[in-house]
């Protein structure tokens, strides 16, 4: 089924109060909130299947909720954290990127495996929700078999209290 923009609106006075209270401090804007869906793909190097950190402004953040149950078969999100802290790795935002394209090079991943770093594949039922800086070196998974579908939510900081969490721009 389609989730409607007044569902999504909805949706979003369920969790971004708590977000812009506990980790923006003050109000958010929806900028995008795509679904994806994720299908077995013979590509061995999709785009967004490479590690990366998304190139947008300081003071993005995402929210990703997943529309099915996610196993490593169904492609899940994967981001680079340190062992035993679980600190991520986060890339900072430069002009220009620090990597081509966002994508960070093989041997710069491999780098961080030698030095105590892991992959951490996030597998969930529906409505398993991620809040996650985009900074952060993450991939998504190919699917191998069934999907992953996805709402992402990509929020950034507001001065003021907007009228609506959804741009009226995304009801048309």
């Known amino acids: 089924n389609a989730i409607g923009v007044s569902k999504l609106e ?9 977000i812009e209270d506990k980790i923006f401090g003050s109000f958010v ?15 061995d190097e999709a785009r967004a299947t490479l590690w990366h950190s998304d ?13 099915n149950d996610v196993g490593v078969q169904n492609g ?5 954290r340190q062992k035993g ?3 991520c790795v986060r890339v900072k935002a430069l002009e220009p990127p620090k990597y081509p394209k966002s994508r960070v090079p093989k041997e710069v991943i491999s ?12 597998v969930g039922k529906r409505g398993t929700m991620l809040i996650f800086d985009n900074k952060i070196i993450h ?4 699917v191998q078999s069934g999907h ?13 209290k907007p009228e609506r969490y959804m741009d009226p721009r995304w009801t048309k």
């Open 148 to 160: 992953r579908d996805v709402l992402v939510f990509q929020l950034k900081p507001a001065a003021f």
């Open 85 to 87: 802290t679980g600190n």
């Open 55 to 67: 190139h947008h402004f300081e003071g993005i953040i995402k929210v990703m909720i997943y529309l």
């Open 76 to 80: 899940p999100f994967e981001h680079l």
């Open 29 to 43: 804007i929806v900028e995008q909130a795509p679904i994806y869906r994720r299908v077995p793909c013979k590509l």
């Open 10 to 18: 909805d949706l979003c006075h369920e969790f971004l109060p708590q």
């Open 139 to 142: 991939k998504g998974n190919i």
């Open 111 to 122: 780098a961080y495996f030698e030095n105590g770093y892991e992959s951490h594949k996030v």
